[in-house]
Every structure is written in C-alpha cells, then in structure tokens.
Nanobody
Framework: QVQLVESGGGLVQPGGSLRLSCAAS????????MGWYRQAPGKERELVAA???????NYADSVKGRFTISRNNAKNTVYLQMNGLKPEDTAVYYC??????????WGQGTQVTVSS
C-alpha cells in the first residue's frame, strides 16, 4: 500500500508557472509507473503526464512542451513542473501510483486555477 500527498497547487495568472509535488509514504523505486491526472468541473479525469521506473515519460498532447514530469526516488517524490499555464489547465490535479501487484493508488488532489 502507498499513500500519496499532493501539494503545490494554487492560483496563477495565464502564462505563469507552478510546480506540483507528490510525496509517497514509502519508496517509489519499485513502483513502475507514476503519473499526474487532472479533472476539470464537468469533465472526466484525464492523464496529464506519466513516468516509468526507467524515467521514460509521456504527456497529453495539450501539455507537451509546457509540462515536465520527474521523479526523485531518494525523496519518494514525483513532480510536475507546469509552465505557460492556460485557463484551460484549471482543474484538480491528482497523483497516481500503479504498483507491481496491479493496484492503483490516488492522492487527494490539489487545485490549480489559472485566471487573471
């Protein structure tokens, strides 16, 4: 089992930046895939970015070139650096961990609001 705690959300103006953090309750070295999802009001939850244990990454087309996912195994933390934020990036952002035994864990979410 693993608990995930997100932080770093907030209100930012269009074009601004935020860095989200996802702290895990145990080592993430053995977790093969971790990712960030988001859910805007009235919309389904969608994958934003994911990173494997080997540090390969994939991104939603809408955030490519603006967002960067990374992981620090020593700190049991996954990050999402978000640059060039747009109003359409406004959502609750969730961290996810997909473990070797096929289970999926979620954090409680952190709100990101992009508005002038």
């Amino acid at each position: 089992q693993v608990q995930l705690v997100e932080s770093g959300g907030g209100l930012v103006q269009p074009g601004g930046s935020l860095r989200l953090s996802c702290a895990a309750s145990r080592s993430i070295v053995s977790i093969p895939a971790m990712g960030w999802y988001r859910q805007a009001p009235g919309k389904e939850r969608e994958l934003v970015a994911a990173i494997s244990g080997g540090d390969s990454t994939n991104y939603a087309d809408s955030v490519k070139g603006r967002f960067t996912i990374s992981r620090n195994n020593a700190k049991n933390t996954v990050y999402l650096q978000m640059n060039g934020l747009k109003p359409e990036d406004t959502a609750v952002y969730y961290c996810n961990a997909a473990t070797l035994d096929g289970l999926s864990y979620w954090g409680q979410g952190t709100q990101v609001t992009v508005s002038s």
